[in-house]
C-alpha cells in the first residue's frame, strides 16, 4: 500500500513563499506521475501542477510564473515551491501519485494566505 505524506503547509501572508512536501512509501516503483491538487473551501478540487516521470510539467493558469514543482526520484518526492502567493491561493493541498495499477492521495496540508 503507497502511502504519500505532506509537510510545509502554513499560515503566510500574502506576497510570501512557502514550500510544501510529499514523500512516497510502500512501493519500490516510482509514481509515473506526481502531483499537487488544492480544494478551497465550497469548492471543487483543482489540479495545481504536476510533474511526470520524464520531468514534463503541467500547471494551473491561476499558478504559472509563481509556482514551480520538482521531483526527486531517488526519493520518491515531489515538492512545490510557492511564490508570491495570493488570498486565493488558500486551501487544502493535496499530493498525489499515479502509479500504473493506481492512484493515491496524501492526507492534505492546509496552506492560509493572509492579506
Known amino acids: 500500500q503507497v502511502q504519500l505524506v505532506e509537510s510545509g503547509g502554513g499560515l503566510v501572508q500574502a506576497g510570501g513563499s512557502l514550500r510544501l512536501s510529499c514523500a512516497a512509501s510502500g512501493s519500490v516503483f516510482r509514481p509515473n506521475v506526481m502531483g499537487w491538487y488544492r480544494q478551497a473551501r465550497g469548492k471543487q478540487r483543482e489540479l495545481v501542477a504536476s510533474?511526470?516521470?520524464?520531468?514534463?510539467?503541467n500547471y494551473a493558469d491561476s499558478v504559472k510564473g509563481r509556482f514551480t514543482i520538482s521531483r526527486d526520484d531517488a526519493k520518491k518526492t515531489v515538492s512545490l515551491q510557492m511564490n508570491s502567493l495570493k488570498s486565493e491561493d488558500t486551501a487544502v493541498y493535496y499530493c498525489?501519485?499515479?502509479?500504473?495499477?493506481?492512484?493515491?492521495w496524501g492526507q492534505g496540508t492546509q496552506v492560509t494566505v493572509s492579506s
Open positions: 498525489n501519485a499515479a502509479y500504473s495499477w493506481n492512484t493515491y
Open positions: 510533474i511526470a516521470s520524464g520531468s514534463s510539467t
